[in-house]
T-cell receptor, first 114, second 111 residues
C-alpha cells in the first residue's frame, strides 16, 4: 500500500459526459501528479500540483482540468468525454527537495467511456 | 521520435535467468533515471533510482546509466516468477518535474 488513495476505482460513463476523479496523497507529500495510462500511449504525464499551485503541465487536453485543495487532495475533471479517453488514470505524490524523484502511485481509476 | 524508447516485449525467460531491460532516450538534460515495476491492475512502484551516470545495485537488481550513449539498463539476477510484471523506465531533468516514462516492458518469468 503506497498510502495514496484514489476514488472511484471504476467509472463507466457515456460520451459527452463529465467526471471527477479524486486523489488523496500520502501524508506529508505536497506534490501531486496525474497520469493517464492507455494500451497504445503508455503512461503519460498530465499535470503536477505543488501545495495548491499548478507546477507543470504535460499532455493534458483542454477538456481536462485539475486542482489541488488546501487539504492537499486533488481532483481531475474530465469533460466532453470521448471514447479515446477510456484509460487508467493514476495519481502519484512525492515530497519536495532531494527525494522528489520518488513518486508513490495510487491504485488508479479505470475509466470506460461508452 | 519519442523522448524515451522502450521495447514493450513481451519478454519471457525461465526462472533463474538473468534479465536485461533497456531504454534509450534523446534528451541529454535528463539527470534522474528511475525504474518502476507495475503488476497487473496496480499502480507502478519505484524499484531503483540513479542520479546521473553510473551503476547502482540493490539485491538482485542492478541499474546502469550510460549518459554518453543515452542508454539505461536494469538487470535482474536469479529471476523469479514473482518478478513477472511490467517494468517502466522513467527519467526527468530535475527530480519529480515532468517525469517521462517509457512504454514499459512486459516480463514473464516461467517456473
Amino acid at each position: 500500500d503506497s498510502g495514496v488513495t484514489q476514488t472511484p476505482k471504476h467509472l463507466i460513463t457515456a460520451t459527452g459526459q463529465r467526471v471527477t476523479l479524486r486523489c488523496s496523497p500520502r501524508s506529508g507529500d505536497l506534490s501531486v501528479y496525474w497520469y493517464q495510462q492507455s494500451l497504445d500511449q503508455g503512461l503519460q504525464f498530465l499535470i503536477q500540483y505543488y501545495n495548491g499551485e499548478e507546477r507543470a503541465k504535460g499532455n493534458i487536453l483542454e477538456r481536462f482540468s485539475a486542482q489541488q485543495f488546501p487539504d492537499l487532495h486533488s481532483e481531475l475533471n474530465l469533460s466532453s468525454l470521448e471514447l479515446g479517453d477510456s484509460a487508467l488514470y493514476f495519481c502519484a505524490s512525492s515530497v519536495v527537495g532531494d527525494r522528489a524523484y520518488e513518486q508513490y502511485f495510487g491504485p488508479g481509476t479505470r475509466l470506460t467511456v461508452t | 521520435q519519442k523522448e524515451v524508447e522502450q521495447d514493450p516485449g513481451p519478454l519471457s525467460v525461465p526462472e533463474g535467468a538473468i534479465v536485461s531491460l533497456n531504454c534509450t532516450y534523446s534528451n541529454s538534460a535528463f539527470q534522474y533515471f528511475m525504474w518502476y515495476r507495475q503488476y497487473s491492475r496496480k499502480g507502478p512502484e519505484l524499484l531503483m533510482y540513479t542520479y546521473s551516470s553510473g551503476n547502482k545495485e540493490d539485491g538482485r537488481f542492478t541499474a546502469q546509466v550510460d549518459k554518453s550513449s543515452k542508454y539505461i539498463s536494469l538487470f535482474i539476477r536469479d529471476s523469479q516468477p514473482s518478478d513477472s510484471a511490467t517494468y517502466l523506465c522513467a527519467m526527468s531533468v530535475t527530480g519529480g518535474f515532468k517525469t517521462i516514462f517509457g512504454a514499459g516492458t512486459r516480463l514473464f518469468v516461467k517456473a
